[in-house]
C-alpha cells in the first residue's frame, strides 16, 4: 500500500500551532455548552522519528496521515486523532514534560471490522506481535502489538455475543 503522508508536504498556513487538533478542538467546542464534561479529542505520542511512526501507522491502520509541519503529524479517526508529535514539541509543554519512547501503561486501541483478516494483512510487516488475534474474556477479540517506538497497540473487534450495549458502544 502506497503511504500518502509526507514529512515534506504539511500545512504551512496553521498559525503558530500549540496543538494540531485545533479544527478538531473547534468542532467540538461548538458542540457543546460551557457546562459539558471534558470531550476526549487526541491522543499524542512523542517520538524522537515522527516519520517512522506516521509510515507505520499508515501502514497498519490504512489511513493516511496529514502532516502539519515537519514536528507534527495527526491520524485522524471517527472517534479520534492519534497525534505525533516530536522531540522537539515538548519545549512547548514545558522542558522534560514527555519523553519518547517510554509509554508502559497506555494502550493505543484501534476499532476494526476483523482482527484475523487485519492479521493477515499486516503480519509479513516488520512488527512485534505480542500476541495472535485473541478472544478476552470480556468479549473482543485481539490484537496486540508494538509500534516502533513500543508504544503497545490493539486492534480489535467486538464478538459474538455482542450484547446490545456493546453495539451501541461501538456504533457496529
Known amino acids: 500500500m502506497p503511504l500518502v503522508g509526507s514529512p515534506l508536504k504539511y500545512c504551512v498556513n496553521t498559525g503558530r500551532i500549540l496543538s494540531g487538533i485545533r479544527f478538531s478542538v473547534g468542532l467540538m467546542t461548538n458542540q457543546t455548552s460551557p457546562s459539558s464534561p471534558a470531550n476526549l479529542v487526541s491522543i499524542r505520542i512523542i517520538s524522537d522519528d515522527v516519520a517512522r511512526l506516521a509510515e507505520f501507522y499508515e501502514r497498519v491502520t490504512g489511513t493516511a496521515v496529514r502532516w502539519l509541519t515537519p514536528d507534527f503529524a495527526e491520524l485522524a479517526t471517527p472517534a479520534g486523532t492519534l497525534a505525533l508529535g516530536s522531540t522537539r514539541t515538548v519545549a512547548l509543554f514545558g522542558a522534560g514534560s514527555a ?55 490493539n486492534f480489535f473487534t467486538p464478538v459474538t455475543p455482542v450484547t446490545p450495549d456493546a453495539r451501541a458502544k461501538f456504533g457496529r
Request: no cysteine.
Open 99 to 153: 519523553r519518547p519512547a517510554d509509554n508502559h501503561s497506555a494502550i493505543i486501541e484501534f476499532l476494526v471490522d476483523d482482527v484475523d483478516a487485519d492479521f493477515d494483512r499486516i503480519k509479513h510487516l516488520p512488527i512485534d506481535f505480542v500476541n495472535e488475534p485473541t478472544t478476552m474474556p470480556w468479549g473482543n477479540r485481539s490484537l496486540l502489538f508494538r509500534d516502533p517506538d513500543g508504544n503497545l497497540v
